[in-house]
């Protein structure tokens, strides 16, 4: 009898471990009916609003013609939010604070002043959307912005997504330790994994195959670390919604796999030259599915699945054949791998190869390789639909499932631009044409964020309606919520801004972050405007008369020291013309008066930025350092963080600026001694009669340059100084004069 009763104990033990197994590892597919998980919703609120969460009630509702849907209505003294699961309730939540208590969430300041009483909802308010799935990230993003975020800066994101209707988040944190465990269950060693394995700032480049042990070797608390990391975003992101995208494996192997399997068949990538080669092992080895099954499995194990996975071979490189036949092979070797261990997997692919690479990826190619994966098992991202579609040039990817993407920024790079024209026609008019094929989502994908919160707003604003958006009663309504009441003034500044810095598809740089040089533009550094700076400079008088009544505004703060840094950024570029113009013409007064100018502008930029806690280069250096467990980790972490957003790679990296930021401390830590040097050097040589070579300048500066990447010396990151004084303070001393200057701009 007792062993029949220990039988039944263990039996169902076992039974609630397998049930309990079942719940982490098999999420809900998304077609489902999730449950709403009110207490998850509940914290949510709190989190946001911790001094108004009791008077917001969350409900339930079931899906409407399998679309999400939330409703909102006022109710005995409360606010009702109803959803179908936690994404839908918080958008819901973000609805209400939006348009009928006139607040904004975004990352560059926060309005939440909210009244004692709350508005009250007049009529119920009903809304589905139209798409599937509403993706979010790209795999730079996860470097050039979120490369350091921990616990807390997470939660904020995910809070984000879900008051923006996000569903399908990727995430990429923690998979080092996955990988880890799998090669070293193969008999890898931790030297071989050493040289496989990037430093923490290039993991992307590590995944998609471009890059192996750069920034390295990486520490093993590192891998612990963010595999806890990665469960807190997990579970956080699930008890919410969302279905997070996890990776897969494409083929790229450690360099030490052709020493220890020398059997297999390995082919050597590069990425257009900027570093050493790379192993993809090819798709017909048996050993492609048993290290791509053995990796899904150690995920799952660890991180449960949602059936999404992201792949993407040959980022950025030519695949090693055009045969279509073998790129058929390579994406049915990387798909069967995942539904081997996964039946239910589905692979979502940027599109991203095929405009970078279009000269290989002709119709026959780009057919071969998507149809070999089941139709309703891939996903591909357009990655840059707002500029560069590729959808209307493949016959919406030969009937595909794919999603309309804005990616917009690139390399994290601090400037204001956008199209706010087209990205409020384009996602709803294309997913309206007959000729969209199988378009089942919407996606924002930047490889960096924390920036242009406007266009971002204004594209996530599409996540609910299928309707196009009438752009100027946008950013009328925009301007509202962000500041908090209406004033003519901001509301004449952003009618400007909308037609000069966000009527635009790319930005530009500032001469200020390239490498010194006579010349207009430099390597990553185009500095042509798609404006006129005299058209600009009158937004900067409308928000500096306006800045009395909002001086204690957020997001008017942060608007006003952006708009302020844009304007003296352009300025800059004139600046640096006036000079080369001066040594052309051996005119040492005017070189000598320009170049004072110029390093004095960087100086007052740096001052200006030090004032918001959104341009400081001490913050992201110590948020690296504080991942460190002693001095050689968080010396390595900061050589990492340095690199990232100057050189790139080494000392003579062709992708140096590729990621600048306009930062205080960086402006006058890295760029500001460079071009003092620069223009040291160039008044040596005028003083002699000499000419200036300004390749040997280049050689000469690329050691300081590698040095600074090497350094120790701390930045702040404590703001410092007020950002409406400060902004009037560069206002009163270059507005004049920079409307003199502008005029001259062709």
């Not at 139709?375 to 595909?400: C, M, N, R």
């Amino acid at each position: 009898m007792k062993h029949t009763q220990k039988l039944r104990h263990y039996c169902l033990g076992l039974v609630m471990l397998l049930m309990a197994t079942h719940v982490v590892a098999n999420q809900p597919d998304q077609n489902s009916t999730t449950s709403l998980n009110k207490e998850a919703s509940y914290a949510l609120i709190k989190r946001i609003l911790p001094k108004f969460h009791d008077r917001f009630l969350i409900e339930y509702i079931v899906k409407e013609n399998d679309k999400d849907v939330f409703e909102l209505e006022s109710k005995n003294g409360k606010i009702i939010l109803r959803g179908n699961h936690g994404i839908s309730v918080a958008s819901a939540l973000n609805y209400y604070l939006k348009n009928y208590a006139h607040c904004d969430i975004s990352w560059n300041g926060n309005n939440l002043n909210l009244l004692k009483e709350l508005p009250v909802v007049p009529s119920k308010m009903h809304q589905t959307t139209p798409y599937k799935y509403r993706h979010y990230f790209n795999y730079c993003t996860f470097n050039y912005t979120a490369a350091w975020w921990d616990w807390e800066r997470w939660q904020q994101e995910i809070d984000f997504m879900a008051l923006n209707g996000i569903n399908m988040p990727l995430a990429m944190t923690g998979q080092n330790a996955l990988w880890y465990r799998v090669y070293k269950n193969m008999g890898f060693t931790d030297k071989d994994m050493d040289a496989f394995f990037s430093g923490p700032a290039y993991f992307m480049w590590f995944w998609a195959g471009n890059l192996d042990g750069w920034g390295g070797p990486l520490p093993k608390s590192w891998m612990k670390s963010h595999e806890e990391l990665q469960k807190k975003i997990l579970a956080r992101e699930r008890e919410l919604g969302m279905t997070p995208i996890l990776p897969a494996f494409t083929g790229h192997v450690p360099p030490a796999f052709k020493d220890r399997f020398p059997q297999a068949k390995l082919q050597k990538t590069n990425w257009e030259g900027r570093f050493a080669d790379t192993y993809i092992l090819d798709p017909k080895d048996p050993m492609f599915q048993e290290i791509g099954i053995k990796f899904i499995e150690e995920q799952t194990k660890t991180f449960g699945t949602d059936h999404l996975y992201g792949a993407d071979t040959f980022n950025e490189m030519y695949p090693p054949s055009k045969d279509p036949a073998y790129l058929a092979e390579s994406s049915n070797a990387v798909y069967k791998s995942m539904a081997t261990a996964d039946p239910k997997a589905v692979w979502v692919m940027q599109g991203w190869t095929f405009w970078d690479k279009r000269d290989f990826w002709k119709p026959e190619q780009l057919k071969s390789y998507l149809n070999a994966v089941p139709t309703d098992k891939l996903i591909v991202l357009d990655l840059w639909s707002e500029v560069q579609p590729i959808w209307d040039k493949t016959d919406a990817y030969y009937g595909k499932q794919w999603i309309w993407c804005m990616l917009h920024n690139f390399g994290g790079k601090i400037n204001m631009f956008g199209d706010m024209d087209k990205v409020s026609i384009a996602p709803s008019a294309t997913f309206h044409n007959p000729k969209a094929g199988n378009m089942i989502g919407i996606g924002v994908v930047p490889e960096g964020i924390e920036q242009n919160p406007a266009i971002y707003a204004l594209m996530l604003d599409h996540v609910w309606r299928d309707q196009v958006i009438d752009a100027d009663d946008w950013v009328k309504d925009y301007v509202l919520r962000r500041y908090g009441k209406k004033d003519v003034n901001v509301e004449k500044a952003w009618n400007i801004l909308h037609y000069t810095v966000y009527s635009a598809d790319g930005g530009h740089e500032s001469i200020v972050t390239g490498r010194p040089t006579f010349k207009k533009s430099t390597d990553w550094t185009d500095t042509e405007m798609p404006y006129k700076l005299i058209d600009l400079v009158p937004a900067w008088d409308h928000l500096i008369k306006a800045s009395p009544n909002f001086k204690d505004v957020d997001g008017f703060q942060y608007d006003l020291v952006d708009l302020s840094r844009q304007i003296m950024a352009d300025y800059a570029s004139i600046l640096q013309q006036d000079i080369a113009m001066a040594h052309q013409n051996k005119n040492m007064k005017a070189f000598q008066l320009k170049s004072n100018q110029f390093l004095e502008l960087i100086k007052d930029m740096d001052k200006l930025l030090a004032t918001r806690k959104d341009f400081l280069l001490g913050k992201w250096l110590n948020d690296a350092k504080r991942w460190g467990t002693n001095d050689a980790e968080k010396a390595l972490y900061e050589k990492n963080a340095r690199n990232l957003i100057t050189l790139w790679g080494d000392k003579d990296a062709s992708l140096h600026e590729y990621a600048n930021k306009q930062w205080s401390g960086l402006l006058n830590g890295f760029y500001l001694p460079r071009w003092q040097q620069f223009f040291k050097e160039v008044k040596t040589k005028m003083s002699s009669n000499q000419k200036f070579n300004e390749n040997a300048f280049k050689e000469k500066i690329k050691v300081w340059e590698w040095n600074w990447v090497n350094g120790k010396e701390l930045y702040s990151e404590t703001p410092k100084g007020d950002p409406i004084t400060v902004s009037k303070m560069m206002y009163q001393k270059y507005a004049t004069a920079i409307k003199i200057a502008s005029k001259k701009q062709k």
